[in-house]
């Protein structure tokens, strides 16, 4: 345990390991897979409204205003990572094929993630506040800005167009239990304050029904047996050292711009992550009639490799925090 502490692997890493583990022999199908879909659901919903209840609406109404740290949170998700996917293509085909390296163009193109940007941000003890803005706003955005990213710098059908339900989503999902939360918090903030764990829980147990659902749906579509294993591990190595490029361009960009502690948190966390739950969705319109299977291959494989090492990087600055 001492040897594996160096490397900060702890019992909530391990968990999210066991839980791919499982997703890999027992994935879910058909109507275990709409369950698995709707406790995902509800799980994020009820963490948004257990955020809304434990931020004081000054904290809130600072978030709103860090208008500094939102633009380099954007500037990370819709700047850097477009400029790294396109130098990606020298990778092309000594390392990767043309459709994978339209999948990894892709996933450099999707806007943030929200849940876990910020669930890793509160474990974390960074700016929830400012998190939960900048996530938001960044997926928002992801709903106009990624289809004409694509539409730009890449071949389509012509077909992309912008689905004006996952706005619906994200506001019914995200936005209404946040601002429930803050209309009741008067009543509940006091048991929130004393009892801290049923938070937590809802923190970690979000990013794990998370992780199961998207390794499940990989596992279900088979786009882990269509294609040799060397690739894969080519394609895990090439994510490996995209999110190491912008982990460390994120951590340079929140010291340069002067943010505090909590801050920089916010800027490493929501700046270096790729939404799956947007990303598959908009595959599927941008893409008609090209296999799609392989396109999100490399979305799927960066989702989960972020949430180890983000989920790694939390729980040493948890430890670290003052």
């Given amino acids: 345990m001492r040897f594996l502490s160096k490397f900060y692997i702890d019992g909530f890493i391990l968990s999210i390991l066991a839980v791919i583990a499982v997703a890999s022999i027992f994935p879910a199908r058909g109507d275990a897979a709409e369950i698995v879909s709707w406790l995902t659901k509800i799980a994020i919903a009820l963490l948004f409204f257990l955020y809304g209840a434990r931020l004081a609406p000054n904290e809130a109404i600072e978030g709103l205003k860090h208008w500094r740290l939102h633009l380099v949170v954007l500037a990370c998700t819709f700047v850097l990572f477009p400029v790294l996917g396109v130098a990606a293509h020298l990778l092309v085909p000594s390392v990767l094929t043309e459709d994978l390296y339209t999948g990894l163009l892709f996933?450099?193109?999707v806007p943030s993630t929200v849940q876990s940007s910020i669930a890793f941000t509160s474990i974390a003890k960074g700016n929830v506040a400012g998190a939960i803005v900048s996530a938001t706003v960044s997926n928002l955005l992801g709903v106009f800005l990624t289809p004409a990213l694509v539409?730009?710098?890449?071949?389509?059908?012509?077909?992309?167009?912008?689905d004006l339900s996952s706005i619906l989503d994200i506001v019914l999902q995200l936005l209404v239990p946040f601002f429930l939360g803050q209309l009741i918090r008067p009543r509940i903030k006091d048991w929130l304050a004393r009892y801290a764990e049923p938070t937590k829980l809802v923190d970690r147990g979000s990013i794990l029904l998370v992780v199961y659902s998207a390794f499940s749906a990989g596992m279900v579509e088979g786009i882990w047996h269509a294609m040799s294993p060397w690739r894969i591990l080519a394609l895990l190595l090439v994510c490996c050292v995209l999110l190491a490029l912008v982990l460390a361009a994120t951590m340079a960009a929140g010291r340069a711009a002067g943010f505090n502690r909590e801050d920089r948190i916010v800027v490493v966390f929501c700046g270096s992550k790729k939404s799956l739950a947007t990303g598959l969705p908009m595959a599927t319109v941008l893409f008609a009639g090209s296999p799609i299977g392989l396109i999100v291959l490399p979305l799927m494989l960066f989702h989960q490799v972020q949430l180890i090492v983000c989920a790694a990087l939390a729980q040493r600055w948890a430890r670290t925090a003052p």
């Fill in 107 to 109: 996933l450099c193109l």
């Fill in 151 to 162: 539409i730009l710098l890449m071949n389509t059908t012509g077909q992309a167009r912008v």
